[in-house]
């Protein structure tokens, strides 16, 4: 057989990344914000688009170029798109192979909040050089993000760990806890006493005084630090207003000491720091704004809507880009404008993409979540990507976008909607697998009631679970309990023996 050069039709099927496609893939994960200044910075790149005001001119004239319906799955049409990109199903199927690095497996399978809460480790304060206040402000480092740094690494369970997203959202930029505790008890399905206990927990957190929710709670906590909080002193804390009336006399009565003890006592009250958020204030500070807002209707229903306040409205200016066309002289005139015309007009396709994905996105979380919002914390459901995808139609790679950054405001709070995404753990009686948060909480109740004369080994944790119908090994009892700095069995027992 001879061997030389010949020509070949052949036909076939290809994606071609083009800027726009790129452009759309972008905007599926920016945060709101991010996509705030992507819209500006378009807006003062490209002269056709526009900001919708939300009302028309009246003589009609300044009317904007209609979008193309997007069908009813609200899927983008590429049909202008270069280089035959066809769906954005081919978009969904073909992005995870052209770029891995950001697939569904960035992901993991316990993802909650708005911190990576594997990278937890056992102490009760932030890593750092100093890890003063001061330093941290001069950073512009909020005091709500240094709280929840100190809580990433507090070494609590998934639901102490949102108890204690829960207290940081409540706390004022004086450091103090304006909240009632029942009340939180009840949003968020919790017993009062274990708020109480994270509340606990998280009033060691830098700096000293933090989450107190008065003057006197405050001042105790500092002093309490200090290894100075003795009777006497307490005594002087909790009558704050004789001291503020001058009421020497009665102090020293209460508190059974002298003049000098007394005048050293309130000069140790002064040199502390009445409102220890402050040093934290940063000017510009950044509040998260929900993407999605979820509210309960008749019938325990539940009601997904879209943060209009979040979503940029832009038009493409039709009127202007026919009175430009008109004056074009040059071909790098018209070149110019028709990509300015096609970029505007794919802007706003994406546009309207992206807030219908997230919105079908987040409904589906809601359906699979109903337990969580109706019951608490402890009835989150085992959740994946690909759970998600198959039910919307979608690939696990564009369910991982939408829920970068994307936060939903619920009546229980505010949270992520990659807090949602649970492992499992497989039932004991083949029947609905379990989420692994609900089992770490189970763990942890068994251990908190234990009593002297009965300390549960991990084998026997295990057993209890399987008589409750969660099938689960001694292994992964032992890493679930390390991961909540739970002491073994054999050192909760020599505890025991010390306390009695």
């Avoid at 949602?420 to 189970?442: D, L, N, Q, Y």
């Amino acid at each position: 057989m001879a061997i030389g050069p010949r020509l070949e039709l052949r036909q076939g099927q290809s994606l071609v990344m083009t800027p726009q496609l790129q452009q759309a893939i972008k905007l599926l994960q920016l945060s709101n914000l991010e996509l705030a200044e992507f819209v500006e910075a378009e807006l003062e790149r490209n002269p056709l688009l526009r900001r919708d005001d939300g009302a028309a001119d009246k003589d009609g004239g300044d009317e904007p170029e209609p979008v193309k319906d997007l069908g009813e799955r609200g899927e983008l049409d590429l049909g202008d798109a270069a280089s035959g990109a066809k769906a954005e199903a081919a978009i969904d199927a073909d992005f995870e192979s052209l770029h891995p690095e950001t697939g569904a497996s960035d992901v993991p399978a316990s993802a909650g909040g708005s911190l990576d809460w594997s990278k937890a480790t056992g102490g009760g304060a932030p890593s750092g050089d100093d890890g003063s206040p001061l330093d941290s402000a001069a950073a512009g480092k909020s005091l709500a993000n240094h709280l929840s740094d100190q809580l990433a690494m507090a070494g609590l369970d998934p639901v102490g760990r949102l108890i204690g997203a829960a207290l940081i959202d409540l706390v004022d930029e004086d450091g103090y806890l304006r909240a009632d505790i029942d009340e939180l008890a009840f949003r968020l399905g919790a017993d009062r006493d274990r708020v109480g206990a994270v509340l606990t927990v998280m009033q060691a957190f830098e700096p000293t005084g933090v989450m107190a929710r008065d003057l006197k709670e405050c001042l105790a906590l500092q002093l309490k630090e200090r290894d100075r909080l003795d009777p006497a002193m307490a005594i002087l804390v909790n009558n704050l207003e004789r001291l503020a009336k001058h009421d020497y006399k009665g102090l020293k009565a209460l508190c059974g000491v002298d003049d000098d003890d007394l005048a050293d006592m309130i000069a140790e009250v002064r040199a502390l720091t009445p409102k220890p958020g402050l040093s934290f204030t940063v000017d510009g500070s950044i509040s998260i704004e929900p993407d999605v807002y979820v509210r309960e209707t008749a019938g325990v229903a539940w009601a997904v809507e879209l943060n209009s306040d979040t979503l940029p409205r832009v038009l493409v200016d039709a009127r202007y880009y026919a009175e430009v066309s008109k004056a074009l002289r040059s071909d790098n005139e018209r070149t110019f404008i028709s990509e300015c015309h096609q970029n505007a007009s794919w802007l706003v396709k994406s546009l309207d993409q992206r807030a219908r994905t997230i919105l079908k996105v987040s409904s589906e979380i809601v359906r699979q979540q109903d337990a969580f919002f109706v019951h608490g914390v402890e009835y989150l459901r085992p959740l994946n990507l690909k759970t998600v995808a198959d039910a919307i139609s979608m690939h696990e790679s564009t369910v991982s976008r939408v829920t970068s950054n994307k936060y939903m405001a619920t009546p229980r709070g505010l949270f992520e909607l990659k807090y949602f995404f649970t492992a499992s753990i497989p039932s004991a009686g083949g029947g609905e697998a379990h989420s692994a948060e609900a089992v770490r909480h189970k763990i942890k109740n068994l251990i908190d009631r234990e009593t002297h004369d009965e300390i549960l080994s991990d084998d026997r944790i295990v057993e209890i679970l399987r008589d409750d119908g969660v099938d689960i090994a001694r292994r992964t009892v032992a890493k679930y309990r390390e991961a909540m700095n739970i002491p073994s069995s054999v050192q909760r027992r020599r505890m025991a023996r010390r306390a009695s």
